[in-house]
């Protein structure tokens, strides 16, 4: 499985866009990258996800490289309700017909007022 | 419609008892999925169903986990004798098919404290 690497904590100004990085250089050609979010004593929401074009809808925008090693999430006018841990997730096969969702870290955003 | 549901929310139970933890999928989804959240930690895939089958239980920890699936829709994951080490959050997603990309949805978990 292709590994993330995420920085574990950031904060970002209410009102601001919020820039959440994410290295994955080992991230294959038929490899997805999968957001998701969770917020405090609650199950991950899904975000957004993408291959190689940037991607964008309700929520945020995803930017990915031209190589595909790392990608960007964007969320364009944080709130405090957007403070959550974010995942970046390489989407995997396990080779069983499992899609199963491999979590790191993740990184911790505080949205300051 | 309804969105995945668990119960309970929260469980205490005695080191050495029996849990059992329910799913109730999104109506229609055929995948789902058991994960656990230990503190402070990312997500551990447990078990995947396809329909009524689990073809990938790679993730469950020891022979104390089982879990079924019946009429392609609730799921029960069950622990015999609980070790302290089973604190968790238990969380389940289904998805739409399971197979290509399709997303999927979290419930809001159940917290098993183990004492």
């Known amino acids: 499985d292709a590994k993330t690497t995420q920085p574990p904590s950031m904060d970002c100004a209410e009102g601001r866009a919020a820039n959440l990085p994410c290295n994955h250089s080992?991230?294959?050609?038929?490899?997805?990258v999968y957001w998701y979010r969770q917020i405090h004593s609650q199950g991950p929401q899904y975000i957004i996800h993408?291959?190689?074009n940037n991607e964008t809808n309700e929520m945020a925008s995803l930017i990915i490289t031209e190589d595909r090693k790392s990608s960007t999430l964007i969320l364009p006018h944080a709130t405090l309700r957007d403070t959550a841990v974010y995942y970046c997730?390489?989407?995997?096969?396990?080779?069983?017909?499992?899609?199963?969702?491999?979590f790191g870290k993740g990184t911790k955003l505080s949205v300051i007022p | 419609g309804a969105g995945v549901s668990q119960s309970p929310s929260n469980k205490v139970t005695e080191k050495g008892k029996d849990v059992e933890l329910r799913c109730d999928p999104i109506?229609?989804?055929?995948?789902l999925y058991w994960y656990r959240q230990s503190l402070g930690q990312g997500l551990e895939f447990l078990i995947y169903?396809?329909?009524?089958?689990?073809?990938?239980k790679s993730g469950l920890p020891s022979d104390r986990f089982s879990a079924e699936r019946t009429g392609g829709s609730v799921s029960t994951l069950t622990i015999q004798r609980t070790q302290q080490e089973d604190s968790a959050v238990y969380l389940c997603?289904?998805?739409?098919?399971?197979?290509?990309?399709?997303?999927?949805?979290f419930g809001p978990g159940t917290r098993l404290t183990v004492l």
């Open positions: 997603a289904s998805s739409p098919s399971g197979v290509g990309l399709d997303t999927q949805y």
């Open positions: 080992t991230i294959s050609g038929n490899e997805y």
């Open positions: 993408g291959l190689k």
């Open positions: 997730i390489v989407r995997a096969y396990s080779g069983a017909g499992s899609y199963q969702l491999t």
């Open positions: 109506s229609g989804h055929t995948a």
């Open positions: 169903f396809q329909g009524n089958s689990a073809p990938d």
